[in-house]
């Protein structure tokens, strides 16, 4: 484990244990006041409670689904698996019932108990199952398939065992023994749930674990809360409720920050494939030149201004090995992209022959494929400010303006007539740039005045 990751994990264990602590100290208040253990008759609350978990737990397991589709990883199949059935158990068993202004009867109740372990179940397993799956679409149908066909039979099976088989769940009545043996049984589920994230966040290092593990904490809670409160009839709200719906907030938390998480690191894999490709067209032709002048050397036959080509191809090879360091880096989150773009200037900027003020605005934020381009264009501009307009001061400017997000070259150079020389070869390559990141190009020059290069990034 690297000491970043064990560093982030023996924060998330700091937090663990503290969670854990308040939640047991609650717990033992609970237990010791036995006046604390009260339920509250509140059937529009209970609704309200119920239809939360039920939307939460189907946002869940349509992200789950979502990222098994495009990656086929079995631990999303699972979990898209065990919130489709507890979103289902809790819409079938607690929320249609009462619907038309009817109690929850035995059958229902114990139906949904059932319906809880199976989703329970296929959530502790996920943080065991490991791999990939090449059928993503087939194995999510059939996945989901099951569920449904599961509850069903849960329904039938509850239903043919009618009320004088099954422990009565009626207001007023004991929690029966079966039911709290069901409770400690999910209890115990949502334990093993724990474990296996946590052991999944230290050997992997994903967030999307300790938001499972911190959920499944909470789940336990909500379980040994349920245990000792008295009865749990339709309409009566406990403290384990909220302990759940706090659960299924911070489920719905962590999965969608493990989408966004994965988006951009499919963005960060293009960007870095992307500049492979421009290694590949610039410093392998730079390289291609210095071999075929050291070779003309060797033989005795290299024409006249040998030596200052090829010392320029040198020194043009070393700038495009260090901006694709620097590019990559930047991309790939190890160093801000402000701070790798003022390396670059120093680079370009030792001879003396140009001074470039830079200024980048710290609240922008540019998307991996916008760093990359914005270094090229930056380059791009600066090189022809160097070649061609004779300046000696430049600005780059990159911030907002308004609502807009701005990149902008300025420099003090001879300028040019735009209506009788057109836009050059690199004020083309940097509009080309532009248009690739969905960015708008613009330049105006005033012969004598300098040249001013503007890209407006997209919204």
Avoid at 26 to 49: H, I, K, M, Q, V
Avoid at 210 to 228: G, I, K, P
Avoid at 293 to 299: C, F, N, Q, Y
Avoid at 336 to 346: G, K
Wanted: charged share 20%.
């Amino acid at each position: 484990m690297r000491r970043d990751d064990r560093d982030a994990y023996q924060a998330w264990l700091v937090g663990e244990l503290l969670l854990v602590g308040l939640l047991g100290a609650g717990l033992a208040l609970f237990l010791a006041y036995p006046d604390l253990r009260s339920t509250y008759e509140l059937p529009n609350l209970r609704l309200a409670l119920d239809t939360g978990m039920t939307l939460a737990a189907t946002i869940v397991a349509v992200l789950a689904g979502i990222r098994f589709s495009v990656e086929g990883r079995r631990l999303d199949l699972l979990l898209c698996a065990g919130f489709a059935a507890s979103a289902a158990s809790i819409l079938f068993f607690a929320i249609a019932p009462v619907l038309g202004d009817d109690p929850v009867h035995t059958p229902e109740a114990w139906a949904g108990v059932a319906a809880r372990i199976l989703a329970l179940t296929l959530i502790a397993a996920a943080a065991f199952v490991r791999g990939r799956t090449a059928e993503g679409r087939w194995a999510l149908r059939f996945g989901l398939a099951a569920i449904a066909l599961a509850l069903g039979a849960i329904w039938v099976l509850a239903r043919s065992a009618g009320g004088e088989s099954l422990p009565s769940l009626e207001a007023g009545t004991d929690l029966p023994a079966l039911m709290i043996v069901a409770l400690a049984l999910q209890g115990f589920l949502s334990l093993v749930a724990v474990c296996g994230f946590g052991l999944r966040y230290r050997r992997y290092g994903e967030d999307l674990d300790r938001w499972l593990a911190l959920a499944a904490t909470l789940m336990l809670s909500a379980e040994l809360h349920y245990v000792f409160t008295p009865v749990v009839p339709s309409g009566v709200v406990s403290q384990g409720d909220f302990l759940r719906v706090l659960a299924f907030g911070l489920l719905l938390a962590g999965v969608w920050r493990a989408i966004q998480f994965a988006e951009f690191g499919r963005a960060v894999a293009e960007e870095r494939a992307r500049v492979a490709r421009e290694v590949h067209d610039g410093l392998a032709q730079y390289l291609f030149t210095i071999s075929t002048h050291v070779s003309m050397l060797e033989r005795g036959s290299a024409p006249e201004g040998t030596l200052s080509r090829l010392k320029s191809a040198a020194v043009l090879a070393q700038q495009e090995a260090r901006f694709a360091i620097l590019a990559l880096s930047s991309a790939s989150g190890n160093a801000p992209f402000d701070t790798a773009l003022r390396r670059y200037l120093d680079v370009l900027t030792a001879d003396g022959e140009l001074e470039v003020e830079l200024e980048v605005d710290p609240a922008i934020m540019l998307a991996p494929d916008e760093q990359i381009e914005v270094f090229r264009i930056v380059q791009e501009g600066l090189a022809n400010v160097r070649k061609h307009a004779g300046a000696n001061q430049a600005e780059v400017w990159i911030g907002h303006d308004g609502t807009r997000r701005l990149v902008r070259i300025v420099d003090d150079g001879t300028g040019f007539e735009t209506t009788e020389n057109g836009a050059g070869q690199g004020l083309k390559n940097m509009k080309t740039r532009a248009d690739s990141i969905g960015g708008a190009f613009g330049f105006a020059s005033t012969p004598g005045r300098g040249t001013a290069v503007e890209v407006v990034l997209r919204a």
